[in-house]
C-alpha cells in the first residue's frame, strides 16, 4: 500500500470547526444566525438517515436546521408553495431539496423554482451557468468537498491531467467545471466511452463518480497518482454474518477497487470516510456563504470555490 489515505473524516471536522468559527462571529457581531431547510420528500430510509444526520451537523456549528418532511404523494404545487414559503422566509438562508424526487415530480422545476441566492446544492441553472462561465456562484457540495481535498494535496492543481468518470449534474460534470476551473487538462468519462482504461491510465488526477462497486480497478491508475472516489454503493457482505431478521449484513463501498487502486495510486480517498464526509461539509459551508452573502457582509475565505 503506497497510498497516502486523504482523511476525509478529519478534513469535514477542521471544515466544519472553521464553519462554526465564523458562526459565531456572525451571531456575535450582526445577531445573525445562518438556516439551512432541507426538504424530504417520501420516506426513503436511506435519505432519512442522511437528512437526520445533516440536520444535527447543521446544529453542532451553531446554525438553525428545518426540516420539512412530506408524503411520497405530495403533489407538485404542494411543494413548490414549500419552496415558495422557504425563499420568502429571510431566518432561511440555505434550501436543500433531497434527490431523487418521487417521479410524478418533476425534478427540473422543483430545483429551478429555489431563489438560486439560497441554492446551496448549486443545482439551479442560474448557478451552474454562473459556475460555467467562472462567475461567483454556489458551487455543488460533492465537487467542491473534492477541490478542497484535491487542493490541499497538490497545492496547486494547474497543468494536471484530470480524468473525471462520470458526467451527471450533481457530481460529473460540475467537477469538470472546477478542475478546468484550477487549470486542469480535462476529460470526462461516461457508459459511452471507448478504452476507458486507457483513458483513465492518462490521469494525474482520477474522480470516481460512476456508482457501480469497485468498477475502477489499481491497473487503471497511473502511479503515483491521485485517487477520488465519489461512489457510495451498499453491496452484501456476507461475511459479516446476517442480521437478526435474517438478511444479509452489507458494506459501503466506492466506485474504486481500493486495495488494488491505494497499491499503485500517490493519494486516495477512502470510502466510508472520504468525500461523503466532505460533502456535508460543504452543505454548510455553503450556508455560511449564503447568509454572508444575503447581508452583504465579506464571505468567509477558504470555504468556496
Ligand atoms: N459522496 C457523496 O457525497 C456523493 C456520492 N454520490 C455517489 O456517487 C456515485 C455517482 O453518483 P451520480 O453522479 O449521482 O450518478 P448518476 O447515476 O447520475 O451518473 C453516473 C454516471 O456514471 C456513468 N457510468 C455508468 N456506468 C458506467 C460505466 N460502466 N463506465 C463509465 N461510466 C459509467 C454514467 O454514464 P452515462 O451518462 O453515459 O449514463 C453517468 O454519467 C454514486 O455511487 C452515488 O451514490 C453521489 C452524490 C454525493
Ligand atoms: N439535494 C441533494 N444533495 C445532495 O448532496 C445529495 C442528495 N440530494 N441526495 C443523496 C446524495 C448522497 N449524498 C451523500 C452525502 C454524504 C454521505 C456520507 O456522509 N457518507 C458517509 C457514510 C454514511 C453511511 O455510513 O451510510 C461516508 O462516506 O463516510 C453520503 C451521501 C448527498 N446527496
Known amino acids: 500500500m503506497g497510498a497516502q489515505i486523504i482523511d476525509g473524516k478529519a478534513f469535514a471536522a477542521k471544515v466544519r470547526g472553521q464553519v462554526a468559527e465564523h458562526v459565531a462571529k456572525l451571531k456575535e457581531s450582526h445577531g445573525i444566525?445562518?438556516?439551512?431547510?432541507?426538504?424530504?420528500?417520501?420516506?426513503d430510509p436511506a435519505s432519512q438517515v442522511y437528512?437526520?444526520?445533516?440536520?444535527?451537523?447543521t446544529v453542532e456549528v451553531g446554525m438553525n436546521s428545518y426540516e420539512h418532511k412530506l408524503d411520497a404523494d405530495t403533489p407538485e404545487d404542494v411543494l413548490l408553495a414549500l419552496i415558495d414559503q422557504l425563499n420568502r422566509d429571510p431566518a432561511?438562508?440555505?434550501?436543500?431539496?433531497?434527490?431523487?424526487?418521487?417521479?410524478?415530480?418533476?425534478?427540473?422545476?422543483?430545483i429551478n423554482s429555489i431563489d438560486p441566492a439560497k441554492d446551496v446544492d448549486g443545482f439551479h441553472i442560474s448557478n451552474v451557468g454562473l459556475l460555467?462561465?467562472?462567475?461567483?456562484?454556489?458551487?455543488?457540495?460533492?465537487?467542491?468537498?473534492c477541490l478542497m481535498m484535491l487542493r490541499d494535496h497538490h497545492g496547486s492543481l494547474s497543468g494536471l491531467d484530470a480524468v473525471v468518470v462520470g458526467r451527471s449534474n450533481i457530481v460529473g460534470k460540475p467537477m469538470a467545471q472546477l478542475l478546468l476551473g484550477d487549470s486542469c487538462t480535462?476529460?470526462?468519462?461516461?457508459s459511452r466511452t471507448k478504452n476507458l482504461a486507457d483513458v483513465v491510465r492518462r490521469a494525474d488526477i482520477v474522480v470516481a463518480a460512476v456508482g457501480r462497486p469497485e468498477m475502477v480497478p489499481g491497473d487503471w491508475i497511473k502511479p503515483g497518482a491521485t485517487v477520488i472516489d465519489v461512489g457510495i454503493n451498499r453491496i452484501d457482505a456476507p461475511e459479516?454474518?446476517?442480521?437478526?431478521?435474517?438478511?444479509?449484513?452489507?458494506?459501503?463501498?466506492?466506485?474504486?477497487?481500493?486495495?488494488?487502486?491505494?497499491?499503485?495510486?500517490?493519494?486516495?480517498?477512502?470510502?466510508?470516510?472520504?468525500?461523503?464526509?466532505?460533502?456535508?461539509?460543504?452543505?454548510?459551508?455553503?450556508t455560511l456563504t449564503a447568509a454572508a452573502r444575503a447581508n452583504d457582509l465579506p464571505e468567509p475565505e477558504g470555504l468556496t470555490a
Open 33 to 43: 444566525t445562518p438556516g439551512l431547510a432541507v426538504v424530504l420528500v417520501g420516506e
Open 51 to 57: 437528512v437526520r444526520s445533516k440536520g444535527k451537523m
Open 92 to 110: 432561511v438562508h440555505g434550501i436543500l431539496v433531497q434527490l431523487p424526487l418521487p417521479g410524478h415530480l418533476n425534478e427540473d422545476l422543483v
Open 132 to 145: 460555467g462561465t467562472g462567475q461567483k456562484s454556489m458551487v455543488p457540495c460533492t465537487p467542491l468537498g
Open 186 to 190: 480535462v476529460t470526462i468519462a461516461h
Open 240 to 286: 459479516k454474518g446476517t442480521n437478526e431478521d435474517g438478511s444479509v449484513k452489507t458494506r459501503l463501498v466506492g466506485d474504486v477497487h481500493y486495495e488494488s487502486a491505494a497499491a499503485v495510486a500517490g493519494a486516495i480517498t477512502p470510502v466510508p470516510g472520504g468525500v461523503g464526509p466532505m460533502t456535508i461539509a460543504c452543505l454548510l459551508a455553503n
